[in-house]
T-cell receptor
Framework: SQQGEEDPQALSIQEGENATMNCSYK?????LQWYRQNSGRGLVHLIL?????REKHSGRLRVTLDTSKKSSSLLITASRAADTASYFC?????????FGAGTILRVKS | DADVTQTPRNRITKTGKRIMLECSQT?????MYWYRQDPGLGLRLIYY???????NKGEISDGYSVSRQAQAKFSLSLESAIPNQTALYFC????????????FGPGTRLLVL
């Protein structure tokens, strides 16, 4: 089955800086989603971008999708300590989602 | 998300024991999922159900079974637990008609000794 692969595996930045995470996948998709997971807790949906969309915004989040390169990026602007979490991309595989291994983001205050 | 609950939240068991993890949801969603999370491996799908009479195997179903007792309840069983089933288990729900996103429970941390 296809799987999103996030890059980098871990990212450490200072509060106020921007954080960019990338996701690559293998086969055609209908949509791609990003989720956040605070330590040991359930995942929380952040944003969904459809295959016919190139960019989407939600608050401090900006997601891009390049279907020709089979890649997506998640940008968090003006990061806060509370953004410290793991971030996962998920691609649709028929009627279910396939998650990548995630990027661990640490925002230092 | 308080709309999706999991019990127990933590469990320690011994090799060979049968254990059941339960998931309940009040979101009225038809679709429910069980995932397993291991460090560095993200989430892997164990089983999923699109309605009460529908059960499907996921990527790693061996050693697990499920029961969809009602629209709101989806249980995961380990018939004979083994140490490599030590992991964090998540239940999730979705409603494709209105929303393609998944809503996750808080997780069950399972340790098999």
């Amino acid at each position: 089955s296809q799987q999103g692969e996030e890059d980098p595996q871990a990212l450490s930045i200072q509060e106020g800086e921007n954080a960019t995470m990338n996701c690559s996948y293998k086969t055609s998709i209908n949509n791609l989603q990003w989720y956040r997971q605070n330590s040991g807790r359930g995942l929380v949906h952040l944003i969904l971008i459809r295959s016919n969309e190139r960019e989407k915004h939600s608050g401090r989040l900006r997601v891009t999708l390049d279907t020709s390169k089979k890649s997506s990026s998640l940008l968090i602007t003006a990061s806060r300590a509370a953004d410290t979490a793991s971030y996962f991309c998920a691609t649709d595989d028929g009627n279910k989602l396939v998650f990548g291994a995630g990027t661990i983001l640490r925002v230092k205050s | 998300d308080a709309d999706v609950t999991q019990t127990p939240r933590n469990r320690i068991t011994k090799t060979g024991k049968r254990i059941m993890l339960e998931c309940s949801q009040t979101k009225g969603h038809d679709r429910m999922y069980w995932y397993r999370q291991d460090p560095g491996l993200g989430l892997r799908l164990i089983y999923y159900s699109f309605d009460v009479k529908d059960i499907n195997k996921g990527e790693i179903s061996d050693g697990y079974s499920v029961s969809r007792q009602a629209q709101a309840k989806f249980s995961l069983s380990l018939e004979s637990a083994i140490p490599n089933q030590t992991a964090l288990y998540f239940c999730a729900t979705s409603d494709l008609v209105s929303d393609e996103t998944q809503y996750f429970g808080p997780g069950t941390r399972l340790l098999v000794l």
